[in-house]
């Protein structure tokens, strides 16, 4: 069995991301080791709260380079929330921040939007624009549980897999080659979030 890892750096819940990979029946190793994400077939990077303290305290712990040396060398890659806000360009909360630079693009706070509550938070739907192989065999427009007040800005549209209308669309998952991300959580979407560990679990 492949060994997927998920990278500990102290801003995330990594206990619920760990418990859904076993419903699916891939046993995944939590490690905040640097020395160890060269181990991994699989990476996973999930991530809750602000930018500004995740990557530093990916940098403080050096986490950053074995991370970004998975995803050259090819090697399967799952972003979760500011997980997938961290391999873009620059964020702009509180400050301005640069990330992983994996992606071109900016992380930016959702408009004020009259009625529009921020975060957002809870239960919305994808429009699926790309048919990653993470996002088989799911029903039309399926629901997903987002949390999250700053939202993604590509400069390359054709990296977006879904998008989510809030009340405008925005991208709330994209896959290239190896690298798949969501803005919302897979582990807190039920069925539909298990099918995409599920399918990264398994896909090469």
């Given at each position: 069995m492949?060994?997927?890892?998920?990278?500990?750096?102290?801003?995330?819940?990594?206990?619920?991301?760990?418990?859904?990979?076993?419903?699916?029946?891939h046993p995944a190793e939590i490690t905040s080791?640097?020395?160890?994400?060269g181990e991994a077939d699989k990476l996973v990077l999930p991530g809750v709260g602000a930018f500004r303290d995740a990557i530093t305290r990916l940098r403080e712990t050096h986490l950053d380079e074995p991370i970004l040396d998975h995803i050259r060398t090819g090697k399967p890659f799952f972003g979760?929330?500011?997980?997938?806000?961290?391999?873009f360009t620059t964020s702009y909360e509180d400050g301005v921040y640069q990330g992983l630079n994996v992606f071109p693009g900016e992380v930016v706070h959702f408009p004020d939007t009259p009625g529009i509550k921020v975060p957002h938070m809870g239960w919305n739907q994808l429009r699926i624009k790309k048919k990653a192989p993470h996002l088989a065999d799911l029903?039309?427009?399926?629901?997903?549980?987002?949390?999250?007040?700053?939202?993604?800005?590509?400069?390359?549209?054709?990296?977006?897999?879904t998008e989510t209308d809030y009340p405008a669309p925005f991208t709330s998952a994209i896959w290239k080659d190896n690298v798949f991300a969501t803005q919302f959580h897979p582990e807190k979407s039920q069925k539909v979030g298990l099918s995409m560990l599920h399918k990264f679990a398994e896909f090469s």
């Open positions: 492949k060994k997927i890892l998920i990278v500990d750096y102290g801003l995330a819940n990594l206990r619920s991301v760990q418990k859904a990979f076993e419903k699916v029946g080791d640097p020395n160890r994400i979760i929330c500011l997980g997938l806000q961290l391999l029903p039309p427009e399926p629901s997903v549980y987002f949390v999250h007040s700053y939202c993604v800005v590509l400069k390359d549209p054709s990296l977006i897999a």
